[in-house]
């Protein structure tokens, strides 16, 4: 079994900065695209930002130029480091990851539990 846990959230005023981990953990051969994506009361999950195995990156128009999405492979572990938070930032994120286990020749997709960011003065 595979499993996501996030960390890093929690309460930051606006303009301010917060850092996401993600660390993936247990019967991993191969991780390929991890991502993280956010969904805010009443909306729909959206997708944040997106890392491929061969290292390219995708961003929402909306966290263009103040999120960055990084990954440890060494660690298994993604990041998303976000700056100039605004209020509509606030949401639950969660992180994905397309994960070959151990003794599988099949990718499944899996995710965390999410963590709350909230951007509030």
């Known amino acids: 079994q595979v499993q996501l846990v996030e960390s890093g959230g929690g309460l930051v005023q606006p303009g301010g900065s917060l850092r996401l981990s993600c660390v993936v953990s247990?019967?991993?051969?191969?991780?390929?695209?991890m991502a993280w994506y956010r969904q805010a009361p009443g909306s729909d999950l959206d997708v944040v930002a997106l890392?491929?195995?061969?290292?390219?990156?995708n961003y929402a128009d909306s966290v263009k130029g103040r999120f960055a999405i990084s990954r440890d492979n060494a660690k298994n572990t993604l990041y998303l480091q976000m700056s100039s938070l605004k209020p509509e930032d606030t949401a639950t994120y969660y992180c994905?990851?397309?994960?070959?286990?151990?003794?599988?020749?099949?990718?499944?997709?899996?995710w965390g539990q999410g963590t709350q960011v909230t951007v509030s003065a």
């Open positions: 994905n990851a397309e994960v070959q286990s151990t003794g599988s020749e099949s990718r499944y997709d899996f």
């Open positions: 890392s491929r195995s061969d290292g390219s990156t």
């Open positions: 247990g019967s991993i051969f191969r991780i390929y695209a």
